[in-house]
């Protein structure tokens, strides 16, 4: 009593989740932006318009001349490129951030925390960034394949336009969504897909902007930094979707985990391959852990969140490059259904072997029986890589747009086996085992609780229910950290935790399985949550328990509420996605111009510097 009497006097209970953004946190925020404007004024201030025209346009046209003058390139591909690329950096900076916020601490009782506010500038930005290439691009009057009147539309700016667009609106609708239905922390809600979605496949619109104008544009230091770059990226973006397994918090079946990898890293690779000939993929795979490395620092060591860890896709990338040396003598498809065939096999057995050395969720031989979907995406993947590769690469399409589209339509079948998540009937009788001594914390609110490591065994009825899962372990999330212990059978129906779990405060304790299509649950200790009226469930010593959908727990604060905007949510997230699917493969058609083999990269005379021009196909 002595030590509650002592911490009593200090703490203020409150009503709403207490904010744990530090002030320091806001030049995350304030530093891109100086540097942005400092980029601006100085292309601004340097350039040299040939002949002077009214406010703004005359600024347009002395950056575009400080552009192209720096870069060697058109200016409208030299600065759609730029802006995308300071976008996509704080878009993907926040992204990360965020994730890692929610995960580590829960909720915030502000809406624009610097995480969310790096974000919604990022994601701006991205059709910002359209919009600059467009307007640079008219204002010179650029020989562009498509026009609007005086208005000269690069077809990666449209593509972009309408992936910022998109992404953009899902904020807005973001807040009417946690207001009607909770603050369900998952990147899987429909508002989240879209802002994620803009984002994760802007990277392509990109590289349509630098396809588009054409591999010979450019300074040489400048033309080998973007088109070394621009792959990169879009393999960085397309593994956003892997984020909630990279920090080990899935909220979908284990199988999910190698369908995503299949689709982002086959897809990203066999481009790159045939955009930018041999040892290419490698390359881009080495980029794209040196980013995503970059970031997993800054949101780990860097702001004390969980550390994200990394696919390593070296494996994939080694084997697309032995399927397109072996086939040398073939056509790109034959090349690409190669690569796709040893991805979706040799590849993802590497990422296998990786998963058990420094994986979240180690891969299990339960996951043999659906892996074909993984190997259906990598087959998918690749000949869409390829369409898109020869698209920006040789400005030819090298893949029948019938197979194309029946790709796509094995894309989407493979992503859609891993998504059933059902429950199987099962319970137990769970006990905890205290470790070291209770000391006094305050939770989320500010109340005073007990702080408690325990030990949780349990023993499950039926056993098989629970036997040879993926993952089947105790699970802490949200009191400051994420911590996860495995549990083994030590007996036949008997499993035991291999070290102790957090209770109290605002520490979130749960049993978790993953086996197959399984995806259950149950609490071992969950705080108070006044502002959602849910009692807090104390440790016990011993409990019956019965499995839960995981999502139960893991999205608790989610409630229902009126219908009409989950309808609003989800045909926003239909209409715009398909939107964006439709300028996506119009400007990658469009830019592949008439059908033709494709002549790889490096194996053959460059093309004439007229492309360089930007002149349309």
């Not at 040939?50 to 552009?67: I, Y």
């Not at 691009?137 to 690069?154: D, H």
């Not at 802002?195 to 040489?220: C, K, N, Q, T």
């Not at 892996?371 to 898109?388: D, F, P, S």
């Amino acid at each position: 009593m002595g030590m509650v009497a002592a911490l009593l006097p200090a703490v203020v209970p409150s009503a709403e989740p207490v904010s744990h953004t530090v002030p320091a946190e806001w030049l995350m925020v304030a530093g891109p932006l100086v540097l942005l404007a400092a980029v601006v004024v100085a292309l601004v201030v340097t350039g040299r318009p040939e002949a002077p025209g009214r406010w703004p346009f005359s600024w347009f046209r002395r950056a575009a001349d400080s552009l192209e003058r720096l870069t060697g390139m058109p200016a409208w591909a030299s600065g759609g490129t730029l802006a995308f690329s300071w976008a996509i950096i704080i878009a993907g900076l926040g992204f990360y951030w965020d994730v890692a916020w929610h995960i580590d601490l829960g909720r915030d009782n502000a809406l624009f925390t610097p995480a969310h506010v790096l974000i919604l500038l990022g994601l701006g930005a991205l059709g910002v960034a359209g919009l600059t290439s467009i307007v640079l691009a008219s204002v010179q009057e650029a020989p562009l394949a498509w026009r609007l009147g005086p208005i000269r539309i690069p077809r990666g700016a449209a593509a972009l336009c309408a992936l910022g667009a998109g992404a953009t609106l899902g904020f807005p609708l973001d807040d009417l969504w946690h207001a009607s239905y909770g603050v369900d922390v998952t990147m899987w809600g429909p508002t989240h897909l879209l802002m994620i979605g803009g984002a994760a496949f802007s990277p392509i619109a990109a590289w349509l902007l630098l396809g588009e104008v054409g591999r010979d544009a450019g300074r040489p230091w400048f033309r080998r930094l973007a088109w070394g770059m621009a792959p990169v990226i879009v393999m960085v973006g397309l593994s956003a979707f892997q984020l909630e397994y990279d920090d080990g918090v899935p909220q979908w079946q284990a199988l999910f985990q190698p369908v995503l990898i299949a689709m982002a890293a086959t897809l990203s690779m066999v481009a790159t391959r045939v955009a930018r000939g041999r040892g290419a993929a490698v390359l881009a795979t080495l980029g794209f852990l040196a980013v995503r490395a970059g970031f997993a620092l800054i949101v780990g060591p860097g702001l004390g969140h969980v550390l994200p860890h990394i696919p390593l896709y070296l494996g994939i990338a080694i084997c697309v490059e032995v399927a397109f040396v072996l086939t040398a003598r073939r056509s790109v498809l034959v090349s690409a259904l190669a690569a796709g065939g040893l991805a979706g096999t040799a590849g993802l057995a590497s990422e296998w072997a990786f998963s058990h050395l420094w994986g979240r969720l180690p891969w299990q031989p339960s996951m043999l029986q659906g892996i074909w979907a993984a190997a259906l995406m990598a087959l998918a993947a690749a000949v869409l890589g390829a369409a898109l590769g020869g698209a920006v690469g040789s400005r030819r399409r090298v893949v029948p747009g019938a197979v194309v589209g029946l790709a796509a339509v094995a894309a989407l079948v493979a992503m859609v086996v891993p998504l059933p998540r059902n429950t199987a009937p099962a319970t137990a009788v769970l006990r905890t085992t205290p470790v070291g001594a209770p000391s006094l914390v305050v939770d989320h609110y500010n109340h005073p609780t007990v702080y408690q490591e325990v030990v949780v065994d349990l023993d499950v009825t039926p056993a098989a229910a629970v036997r040879d899962a993926d993952t089947f372990w105790v699970m802490s999330w949200q009191g400051g950290g994420t911590i996860r212990q495995q549990l083994h059978e030590v007996s036949p129906g008997h499993w035991r935790a291999e070290g102790a779990s957090p209770t109290g405060g605002s520490w979130k304790t749960i049993v978790f399985l993953l086996k197959n299509d399984i995806v259950m649950a149950l609490p071992v200790a969950m705080p108070e949550d006044p502002q959602y009226g849910q009692a807090a469930i104390p440790v016990a010593a011993e409990r019956a328990e019965t499995f839960l959908p995981a999502s139960k727990l893991l999205t608790r604060e989610a409630h229902d509420g009126e219908a009409w905007p989950a309808i609003l949510a989800y045909s926003a997230l239909g209409l715009v996605a398909t939107g964006w699917l439709v300028i996506l493969v119009i400007a990658t058609g469009s830019l592949g111009g008439r059908p033709g083999p494709g002549r790889r990269p490096g194996t053959g005379p460059r093309r004439r510097r007229a492309v360089a021009a930007g002149a349309g196909a």
